[in-house]
């Protein structure tokens, strides 16, 4: 079957830096994005990877390893409104987009 | 501006009372999508449209029906909605599928938050 797994939960202070995983398992690979969300909102496109290696965008960077199911997010410099949830999402071989949890990151002052 | 809209964005409502959550996008966008969003779960895909007059069903349809008549509006319809369909719904668009690139990147509506009694 298709799975995600991301952490639940993480927790970061202002300023820091974070790591956000996810592991993906999908029937065919057509790329990967990261979306944020902020509570009750909508999500909003944050990085798309298709090829191994790493997309940086600013405060925000993604990485890819396909052979290992693998992606992270990395968040520099973080700021209180970077407080959201972080969803993973692989295109599998049908183009859908499957769908993690999320992960909740709470910044601390 | 482009963008993705929803009405209403929140309705209360009860058991069997038939209901249409509307959904347009000015995008010109081939692809739309159906999602509803509930604590703890990810997003859960309800149908999908990859073009006017094609729909198809997602990982969770039932209750639901969907109308793609023209490119812009992609209208969800809950004949008889039951508590259990209590959720946030979004709508997504994208330019196109099948590309495989950034272009497939999906934009979503404010959502709407459906509690049915």
């Known amino acids: ?109 | 501006e482009a963008q993705v809209t929803q009405n209403p964005r929140y309705l209360i409502t009860v058991t069997g009372k038939k209901l249409t959550v509307t959904c347009s996008q000015n995008m010109n966008h081939e692809y739309m999508s159906w999602y509803r969003q509930d604590p703890g779960l990810g997003l859960r895909q309800i149908y999908y449209s990859m073009n006017v007059e094609v729909t198809d069903k997602g990982d969770v349809p039932e209750g639901y029906k969907v109308s793609r008549k023209e490119k812009r509006n992609f209208p969800l319809i809950l004949e008889s909605p039951s508590p259990n369909q209590t959720s946030l719904y979004f709508c997504a668009s994208s330019p196109r599928l099948a590309g495989g690139s950034s272009t497939d990147t999906q934009y979503f509506g404010p959502g709407t938050r459906l509690t049915v009694l």
Request: aromatic share 12%; with cysteine; charged share 15%.
């Open chain 1, 1 to 109: 079957g298709q799975n995600i797994d991301q952490p639940t939960e993480m927790t970061a202070t202002e300023g820091a830096i974070v790591q956000i995983n996810c592991t993906y398992q999908t029937s065919g690979f057509n790329g990967l994005f990261w979306y944020q969300q902020h509570a009750g909102e909508a999500p909003t496109f944050l990085s798309y990877n298709v090829l191994d290696g790493l997309e940086e965008k600013g405060r925000f960077s993604s990485f890819l390893s396909r052979s290992k199911g693998y992606s992270y997010l990395l968040l520099k410099e973080l700021q209180m409104k970077d407080s959201a949830s972080y969803l993973c999402a692989p295109m599998d071989s049908n183009y859908q987009l499957i769908w993690g949890a999320g992960t909740k990151l709470i910044i601390k002052p």
